[in-house]
């Protein structure tokens, strides 16, 4: 009696196996950070909300993105204008409106943010009890936003590239 070739996926090809590959994606090599501090002192939520979206989905349990929204809110302080913002990141506020006016959305609308903990230096002031987002900032995803010269823009556009690729292969859509 002979064997019959082995007719199941191999791990790598299973559902499994993307949902490993899609996990190490996620997590991006932290040696790419320039670890100037900009995401820090200029950051937005979700890419382009405003910070009255952002209180409305932090005070509703039952909101898709709740708990992201509320740690959000609870360390990053809005600026008080989009031209204060223009003064420490004019294209990263160019590439946010251009991102919001792709989604339908008003510009105007875009609050940025800086972190409460952010030193004057750029360095965390809390780096060993950091919030989770922080952690695992920045995330791989088409609404990313990179500053210029970030050391993620090129691996995050490359890592959701290949998460694409999975989620067509399993049937999901990419509008995560």
Not at 21 to 30: A, D, F, I, S, T
Not at 104 to 109: A, E, I, K, L, W
């Amino acid at each position: 009696m002979t064997n019959a070739p082995d007719s199941r996926p191999s791990e790598v090809e299973s559902p499994l196996g993307f949902a490993r590959e899609v996990e190490q994606l996620m997590k991006m090599p932290q040696h790419l950070c320039k670890q100037r501090g900009i995401c820090c002192r200029v950051a937005t939520f979700k890419g382009s909300l405003s910070y009255a979206q952002i209180l409305a989905l932090a005070a509703n349990p039952e909101a898709d993105g709740h708990e992201s929204a509320r740690d959000f809110a609870s360390v990053f302080l809005p600026y008080d204008s989009q031209a204060q913002v223009r003064t420490l990141a004019s294209e990263f506020v160019d590439r946010v409106r251009d991102f919001a006016q792709s989604k339908g959305q008003d510009p105007d609308q875009v609050s940025f943010f800086k972190c409460k903990y952010v030193l004057e230096d750029g360095r965390c002031g809390v780096h060993e009890d950091r919030p989770v987002g922080c952690r695992v900032y920045p995330f791989p995803h088409k609404s990313t936003i990179y500053h210029p010269g970030c050391g993620f823009e090129q691996q995050g556009a490359q890592n959701w590239a290949r998460i694409e690729e999975i989620l067509a292969v399993l049937g999901i859509s990419g509008d995560l």
